[in-house]
Every structure is written in structure tokens, then in C-alpha cells.
């Protein structure tokens, strides 16, 4: 088990994540925790993230770059962890090269609610690449999506 982040690394991510990535501001996503084993946030529902007008389903798009940022975060925090020997504004400044590679997305059902949970967790982080898992549930912890990633990390 991995000794909690400092408070400063952690703002630090969610500024990252949450304001300097405009797309993740643009569609609401939110960081709920971060720590080494996995990440989560959420994704509340709103009218311009439809995706299917007469179902009120959240679009498909909106759940890939969802996912598909989650497991971002999961490499920044598992990247986070391993070198904790480096001061919190020393290991942010990490991330820089760090981009997507692979994605895959399984749609399970139609997304619709309120308020959508994300989670992902790190699988294997190499020196170069690491994968991740990914997951989209809403409410009654009910699995709309699940992903899968590849991230460049060098």
C-alpha cells in the first residue's frame, strides 16, 4: 500500500486535470480521489452532452474522452507514486510527454442518469508505456462503459 499524496501534488493534478485540459473542463469532469492503486471521478449529466435527443443518453464521445482521461490520471498518479522521493511540483512536471497510444472503448449500454462515476487503475506502468482499465457506472453502481489504454509516458 502506498502513503497518501501530499495535498499539493494532488491540487496540483486536479489543475491539471480539471483546468488546464479545457476539453475535461468543457464536459465537467471531475476528480473525486487520486491514489496510487486508481483514480475516480464523475461527470454530472448536463443538456449539451447529449449524445441521442430522444433518449437523453450521454454521447458516445463524451464517455470515450472520459475514459480515456481517467486513465491519464491513473498513469500521472501511479507516475506520482513511484517517485515520491521528488518533491510534489518536481513529479508534476512529469507529465509533459505523457499521451494516448491505443483506446478501446465498450459501450455496455445506454449511459443515462444524472450523474456518471469514473474510475480507472494502472496495470502495468513500464518505462515507456504504461496500460490501464477503465470504467464508466451511473447510478445503482450500474457499468455503462468500459475501456481499456495504452499511454506513452516518455
Known sequence: MQPA???EFVAGLKEIFEER??????IGLRIDAVAAEG???HLPMRHE???HYAHQRLHGGVISAGLDAM???AVMAAIGARHLDEPPAQRLQRFGKLGTI???IDYLRPAVGERFALHAEVL???????TTR????GAQDRLFATGAAAYIVS
Not at 477503465?134 to 457506472?137: A, D, P
Open 49 to 51: 452532452l447529449i449524445g
Open 21 to 26: 485540459i479545457v476539453f475535461n473542463r468543457l
Open 71 to 73: 486513465g491519464g490520471l
Open 102 to 104: 491505443d483506446l478501446r
Open 134 to 137: 477503465m470504467e464508466l457506472r
Open 5 to 7: 499524496f501530499e495535498a
Open 39 to 41: 483514480v475516480s471521478g
Open 124 to 130: 502495468r506502468l513500464g518505462s515507456r508505456v504504461a
